[in-house]
């Protein structure tokens, strides 16, 4: 069995705005696309074209229709991928080492030349978020992109997960939640960011920030949809009255 490192250097996650994300999947298909063309054996799809397609996706998207008890009901777009737990017990479980969390920045990765596909990290993980690749006979999971974040070759703002620099709604932001001062983690403290499922002990990495009320958002369209006259002047004018003449 593989142990959890008692420390790490660094908790590098997600934090994901569910109040502005707006369920465009380009997360998910970035993702596909980096992972099958750069990282390890290609993600594959099983009968893509058919009538039961299935495949391998280290993100997917999932959307619920919410009504609350006050206030309007509401839509809400739930991505999904690896947490990065700090107690992750996909790593515990995993018989021949091959799942395990880096010391030095806190991403849980496999390493797929040791993968047996037994599976057993997919019944430990609550959340559901190993996949196993049908093609390939190995379990896969989120990276947090890590062939990119540390590429030197990239431009400096490209060195974050693909999911993030393609957010066309700026709903994913990347960094170092144990450190106080990031970003993120003041972003996290600003919003109350939570926990998904903190019952299940795992002390997950990622954070969500939760949907703001519909009643406290600011409607930045409203000045632009009010009347610019409450009568029309000058030739339009002439034109109604004319118009109403004739009528």
Request: charged share 25%; hydrophobic share 30%; with cysteine.
């Amino acid at each position: 069995m593989t142990t959890l490192p008692t420390h790490t250097e660094k908790k590098l996650g997600l934090v994901i705005d569910l109040d502005t994300c707006v369920g465009c999947h380009a997360c998910v298909v970035s993702c596909k696309g980096w992972n099958t063309e750069n990282y390890g054996a290609p993600l594959s799809d099983q009968n893509p074209y058919g009538a039961d397609p299935s495949g391998t996706f280290l993100n997917r998207v999932h959307s619920y229709e919410i009504t609350p008890d006050e206030g309007a009901a509401m839509t809400v777009h739930f991505p999904k991928s690896c947490l990065h737990c700090e107690d992750a017990p996909c790593v515990t479980v995993c018989p021949t080492g091959a799942s395990y969390k880096r010391v030095e920045d806190g991403i849980v990765l496999v390493n797929e030349s040791d993968c047996i596909g037994c599976g057993l990290c997919a019944w430990a993980c609550p959340y559901g978020a190993r996949e196993m690749d049908q093609a390939e006979g190995v379990m896969k999971k989120c990276t947090l992109c890590v062939d990119r974040i540390y590429n030197e070759n990239l431009p400096e703002e490209d060195r974050q997960p693909a999911c993030v620099r393609t957010c066309p709604a700026g709903a994913r932001h990347f960094g170092d939640l144990g450190d106080e001062t990031s970003d993120v983690s003041k972003l996290v403290a600003e919003r109350g960011g939570m926990d998904l499922m903190p019952e299940q002990g795992t002390k997950p990495v990622n954070k969500y920030l939760p949907p703001r009320p519909k009643d406290d958002q600011i409607d930045i369209l409203a000045p632009f949809l009010e009347p610019v006259a409450q009568e029309p002047t000058g030739f339009l004018g002439w034109l109604d009255k004319t118009l109403e003449r004739i009528g």
